[in-house]
């Protein structure tokens, strides 16, 4: 005899609310990361645009053809909107599991919980700490949040004059005795300098009238003639302030007096790939593009131009967002980890120098990627790479490889004869100062 | 009449609630995307706000701050710059172009379609095509300059040059519209006003003064008071063509609320500017429609 089981509306309703329930709670709530359960794939952000942006894709397809149980998933997001469209996400609960940071810059995100402090989760999960040099993981900290790591540094950066050989060929010059002092550096720019009349149609020292160039020179000079941004227990703004005013007029020098650059250029990278300059100070991120366009350069060592030598500093690394599901903490780790310990065609082909002691102890370091010639000077020129980032929570204002931020407006106005060096001295030493007191 | 009947004709007509359906196509988005981001905005202008976190109420602040900040004095003098060289330059270059078409001038068929296409093309490409044109060294400008005898321009790389440099590929770009509106209002003149004109013996110069403008009136206060608030709103060829520089000199209003926001996170602060510019265009629309419309 069948039996037929009669469902009442109540009961109805009762099951699909619990349907609906278990089937929401299982979308929200994902299953934890566990060894030997489907692959966990992690949202990766990147900024990388230029040149370098091709080998660390080569970099995520690597990791997600050796390793079964983590994938990646590369997203590419622009430089000028990370920031915003990070800090949206994370309020949202959807921030990426890891990203790329620059090193100093993130003193408000440490603050604010947006990144996590990772020495525990390095250790958990095997990354050799004692490995990385000890400028990095200095520079991976924030003195003011209890000193915690908050970033695994991928590659070491700074900036380094970058030479077309077929000006110095042009002009008689010997590449092989490259200037190393500021009289020298100017005799060659003359030399390579081209003119219309009294207009600079090539530019010797490759400058623009606005933006990043001139602002991170004026940051490297100032500081090679003895200027410093803030003091050393960060409580002090713009030590030597004379110093800072003699770079300036070093800069203004190069347009107006001297005519060996030109407010003119608009895009640096490009009119330096097209020969409109002949110097040009630069990161290592340009060479895959100027070696894939086979431009005849070379690089060499920042000449000392004040009394010390020093050039810009910049550390990018791998930083990880925060979680609802903490859980996903240890896979992002596991997966920094794989990146850093594989890095070895990232800071061979993709840019600047490794972070880390065992691949620059390998033979292979300096026959790798790209020629010595062109890669050697931004490897051994981190000797004196000093100028990064002021760790505090207005670290932005403090850049000098910046075209928007404070300092660059505040340079700008200088550029363009529209504010004396002493206003603007006075203002970067005003403005400065506040940041610094309010920590 | 029954009492069933009498209740029933008391009763209120029924509600046509695809008539609501309709009207909720447009409403809701509107609503979701126009008029609660106006009240968010306005909201937040009281506020710290970065985004990660809670606004925290801060009153006047964000306005006094505003005062003392020398940016903020030379992104709306800047504003009011591109206001005065593009309005008039639109007004008189459209007008001009409806005037070619209108007479039928030689190959007016073709011109109509190239003063209008400018229009159709986005600013982002009108941006980059003005940058190569108006570039120092290599810009097509500066070549034919140079052929007449006059130096290289810096238009876009001279903070005394640059604004200007932005404010021809915006008259370039808005000059469709004005041309499509002056050109319907001047077919729409009655021809015995020409007539008229003629009989009386007046000149080109004299029909235009005396004739065609007076009855463009209308048009052209309509065209000054939308060019007005296209050009307080400036953006996307100051982002593509100059990035604000050199020295902010071309930095607008719209511009700094970029970088104040989106680029620096002090929303609340960016939310502060954009409510003075709102406040402005509101006065500029009110001033413009008083005295130009309807004197």
């Given at each position: 005899?069948?039996?037929?089981?009669?469902?009442?509306?109540?009961?109805?309703?009762?099951?699909?609310?619990?349907?609906?329930?278990?089937a929401?709670?299982a979308?929200?709530f994902p299953?934890?990361?566990?060894?030997?359960?489907?692959?966990i794939?992690l949202t990766?952000?990147?900024w990388l645009?230029a040149?370098?942006?091709?080998?660390w894709?080569?970099?995520?397809?690597?990791?997600n053809a050796?390793?079964?149980d983590i994938?990646?998933?590369?997203?590419?997001?622009?430089?000028?909107?990370?920031?915003t469209?990070l800090?949206?996400?994370?309020?949202?609960?959807?921030a990426?599991?890891?990203?790329?940071?620059?090193?100093?810059?993130r003193?408000?995100?440490?603050?604010?919980?947006?990144?996590?402090?990772l020495d525990d989760?390095?250790?958990?999960?095997?990354l050799?700490?004692?490995d990385?040099?000890?400028?990095?993981?200095?520079?991976a900290?924030y003195?003011?949040y209890?000193n915690?790591?908050?970033?695994?540094p991928m590659?070491?950066?700074?900036?380094?004059?970058?030479?077309?050989?077929?000006?110095?060929?042009?002009?008689?010059?010997?590449?092989?005795?490259f200037?190393?002092d500021?009289?020298?550096?100017?005799?060659?720019?003359?030399?390579?300098?081209?003119?219309?009349g009294?207009?600079?149609?090539?530019?010797?020292?490759?400058?623009?009238?606005?933006?990043v160039?001139?602002?991170?020179?004026?940051?490297?000079?100032?500081?090679?003639?003895?200027?410093?941004?803030?003091?050393?227990?960060?409580?002090?703004?713009c030590v030597n302030?004379d110093?800072?005013?003699?770079a300036?007029q070093?800069?203004?020098?190069l347009?107006?007096?001297?005519?060996?650059?030109t407010?003119?250029v608009?895009?640096r990278?490009?009119?330096?790939?097209?020969?409109?300059g002949s110097?040009?100070?630069?990161?290592?991120?340009?060479?895959n593009?100027?070696v894939q366009?086979?431009?005849?350069?070379r690089?060499?060592?920042?000449p000392?131009?004040?009394?010390?030598?020093h050039?810009y500093?910049?550390?990018?690394?791998?930083e990880?967002?925060?979680q609802?599901?903490?859980?996903?903490?240890e896979a992002?780790?596991?997966?920094v980890?794989?990146l850093?310990?594989?890095?070895?065609?990232w800071?061979?082909q993709?840019?600047?120098?490794?972070?880390?002691?065992?691949?620059?102890?390998?033979?292979?370091?300096?026959?790798s990627?790209?020629?010595?010639?062109v890669?050697?000077?931004?490897?051994d020129?981190?000797?004196?790479?000093?100028?990064?980032?002021?760790p505090?929570?207005?670290g932005?204002?403090?850049?000098?490889y910046?075209?928007?931020n404070f300092?660059?407006?505040?340079l700008?106005?200088?550029w363009?004869g529209?504010?004396s060096?002493?206003?603007?001295?006075?203002?970067?030493?005003?403005?400065?100062q506040?940041?610094?007191?309010?920590g | 009449m029954?009492?069933?009947?009498?209740?029933?004709?008391?009763?209120?007509p029924?509600?046509?609630?695809?008539?609501?359906?309709?009207?909720?196509?447009?409403?809701?988005?509107?609503?979701?995307f126009?008029?609660?981001?106006?009240?968010?905005g306005?909201?937040l202008a009281f506020?710290?706000?970065?985004?990660?976190?809670?606004?925290?109420?801060?009153?006047?602040?964000?306005?006094s701050?505003?005062?003392?900040?020398?940016?903020?004095?030379?992104a709306?003098?800047?504003?009011?710059?591109?206001?005065v060289?593009?309005?008039p330059?639109?007004?008189?270059f459209?007008?001009a172009?409806?005037?070619y078409?209108?007479?039928?001038?030689p190959?007016?068929g073709?011109?109509?379609?190239l003063?209008?296409s400018?229009?159709v093309v986005?600013?982002?490409?009108?941006?980059?095509?003005?940058?190569?044109?108006?570039?120092?060294q290599?810009?097509?400008v500066?070549?034919?300059?140079?052929?007449i005898?006059i130096s290289?321009?810096?238009?876009l790389?001279s903070?005394?040059?640059a604004?200007?440099?932005?404010?021809?590929?915006?008259v370039?770009w808005?000059?469709g519209?004005a041309?499509?509106?002056?050109?319907a209002?001047?077919?729409d003149l009655?021809?015995?006003l020409?007539?008229a004109?003629?009989?009386?013996?007046?000149s080109?110069?004299?029909r235009?003064?005396?004739?065609?403008?007076?009855?463009?009136?209308?048009?052209?206060?309509?065209?000054?008071?939308?060019?007005?608030?296209?050009?307080?709103?400036?953006?996307?060829q100051?982002?593509?063509?100059?990035?604000?520089?050199?020295?902010?000199a071309?930095?607008?209003v719209?511009f700094?609320?970029?970088?104040a926001?989106?680029?620096?996170q002090?929303?609340?602060?960016a939310?502060?500017?954009?409510?003075?510019?709102f406040?402005?265009?509101?006065?500029?629309?009110?001033v413009?429609r008083?005295f130009?419309r309807e004197?």
């Amino acid at each position: 005899m069948s039996k037929t089981r009669k469902m009442s509306r109540r009961q109805f309703a009762k099951l699909a609310g619990k349907s609906a329930l278990v089937a929401t709670a299982a979308a929200t709530f994902p299953a934890p990361f566990v060894k030997g359960a489907e692959p966990i794939t992690l949202t990766h952000w990147s900024w990388l645009s230029a040149s370098d942006a091709e080998v660390w894709g080569k970099m995520i397809d690597a990791f997600n053809a050796a390793n079964t149980d983590i994938q990646l998933k590369l997203e590419l997001v622009p430089d000028d909107q990370y920031d915003t469209k990070l800090l949206a996400a994370a309020a949202a609960g959807q921030a990426p599991d890891f990203g790329w940071g620059t090193a100093g810059q993130r003193a408000q995100w440490a603050k604010d919980g947006v990144i996590i402090p990772l020495d525990d989760l390095a250790t958990k999960v095997g990354l050799d700490l004692s490995d990385f040099s000890a400028q990095p993981m200095q520079k991976a900290r924030y003195p003011k949040y209890d000193n915690k790591l908050f970033m695994i540094p991928m590659d070491l950066m700074s900036l380094q004059p970058e030479v077309n050989l077929d000006h110095v060929k042009e002009a008689g010059l010997d590449p092989e005795k490259f200037p190393t002092d500021g009289d020298g550096l100017l005799e060659w720019a003359k030399a390579m300098t081209k003119r219309d009349g009294d207009k600079v149609t090539r530019s010797g020292i490759m400058m623009t009238g606005s933006g990043v160039q001139p602002t991170v020179t004026w940051g490297i000079v100032a500081r090679q003639m003895g200027f410093l941004r803030a003091s050393d227990d960060l409580k002090t703004a713009c030590v030597n302030p004379d110093a800072g005013k003699a770079a300036m007029q070093w800069i203004l020098d190069l347009f107006d007096k001297l005519k060996v650059s030109t407010r003119d250029v608009t895009n640096r990278y490009k009119a330096f790939g097209t020969g409109q300059g002949s110097i040009f100070w630069t990161g290592p991120w340009t060479l895959n593009g100027y070696v894939q366009q086979k431009l005849n350069f070379r690089t060499y060592l920042f000449p000392k131009i004040g009394q010390e030598l020093h050039t810009y500093f910049e550390m990018g690394g791998m930083e990880l967002y925060v979680q609802s599901d903490t859980s996903r903490y240890e896979a992002s780790m596991k997966a920094v980890k794989w990146l850093s310990d594989n890095g070895f065609l990232w800071t061979t082909q993709g840019r600047g120098a490794s972070p880390r002691l065992s691949t620059l102890a390998r033979p292979d370091y300096k026959t790798s990627g790209h020629d010595w010639s062109v890669r050697g000077a931004f490897v051994d020129g981190m000797a004196f790479a000093t100028e990064g980032e002021i760790p505090v929570l207005a670290g932005p204002d403090f850049t000098i490889y910046a075209g928007d931020n404070f300092l660059a407006k505040t340079l700008e106005t200088v550029w363009a004869g529209q504010k004396s060096i002493d206003t603007a001295m006075s203002e970067i030493q005003a403005k400065w100062q506040s940041d610094l007191d309010a920590g | 009449m029954t009492a069933l009947d009498l209740s029933s004709a008391e009763r209120k007509p029924p509600i046509d609630w695809a008539g609501y359906v309709f009207v909720a196509f447009f409403t809701i988005p509107f609503l979701a995307f126009n008029v609660a981001p106006l009240i968010f905005g306005a909201g937040l202008a009281f506020t710290k706000w970065g985004i990660f976190g809670k606004p925290q109420w801060i009153g006047l602040q964000n306005f006094s701050d505003m005062l003392h900040d020398e940016w903020v004095g030379i992104a709306f003098k800047n504003t009011a710059l591109y206001a005065v060289i593009i309005v008039p330059g639109v007004l008189v270059f459209g007008l001009a172009c409806a005037l070619y078409v209108h007479q039928r001038w030689p190959l007016a068929g073709l011109a109509r379609t190239l003063f209008f296409s400018p229009n159709v093309v986005s600013g982002t490409v009108i941006g980059l095509v003005w940058t190569w044109l108006l570039d120092t060294q290599y810009g097509l400008v500066n070549h034919y300059l140079g052929l007449i005898g006059i130096s290289a321009i810096p238009w876009l790389t001279s903070a005394q040059w640059a604004l200007f440099g932005v404010s021809i590929a915006s008259v370039w770009w808005d000059l469709g519209l004005a041309f499509v509106l002056f050109l319907a209002a001047l077919q729409d003149l009655p021809k015995e006003l020409y007539e008229a004109a003629d009989v009386d013996g007046a000149s080109r110069w004299q029909r235009l003064r005396l004739v065609i403008l007076p009855q463009l009136r209308p048009v052209i206060s309509m065209v000054a008071t939308l060019q007005m608030i296209s050009s307080l709103r400036i953006f996307t060829q100051v982002y593509v063509m100059t990035d604000g520089g050199p020295a902010g000199a071309t930095t607008s209003v719209v511009f700094y609320m970029y970088q104040a926001g989106i680029q620096r996170q002090f929303f609340g602060y960016a939310s502060a500017v954009a409510m003075s510019l709102f406040a402005l265009i509101l006065v500029m629309t009110f001033v413009m429609r008083r005295f130009v419309r309807e004197r």
